[in-house]
């Protein structure tokens, strides 16, 4: 039988290299990062990160899953209520690079 790696071995060694030390992506950096990929002014990229957010926040907090290529299938496992919050236990399903669905946001006439 084969030898299975420790999921956080695996996540490590998966890990894009834009992640900081710490192994957590701060907005800051996903800002950056934005503005790297895009090309967007600063600014027009922060409001865009902060409504992306936001949606996902409202989503989660409506109880809905979110199915968002190229990010994957993010499904709730459990919810809690805490003295601090109420704690959500989130599942993501990665999408595989290069696979799946066109692009359902894409440009009108565009080719994605």
Do not use: F
Request: charged share 25%; glycine share 10%.
């Amino acid at each position: 039988a084969a030898i299975k790696k420790p999921v956080a071995a695996m996540a490590k060694a998966a890990a894009p290299k834009t992640l900081a030390a710490t192994g957590e992506v701060t907005k800051k950096e996903l800002l950056e990062q934005i503005v790297a990929e895009t090309g967007m002014k600063k600014s027009e990229a922060r409001v865009a990160l902060n409504a992306t957010l936001s949606a996902l926040h409202g989503a989660i907090t409506q109880g809905k899953n979110v199915s968002a290529a190229p990010l994957g299938k993010l499904r709730i496992t459990r919810r809690k209520e805490t003295p601090n919050g109420e704690l959500v236990v989130l599942r993501l399903k990665l999408k595989q690079d290069g696979k799946g669905a066109k692009d359902p946001v894409a440009e009108p006439g565009g080719s994605g």
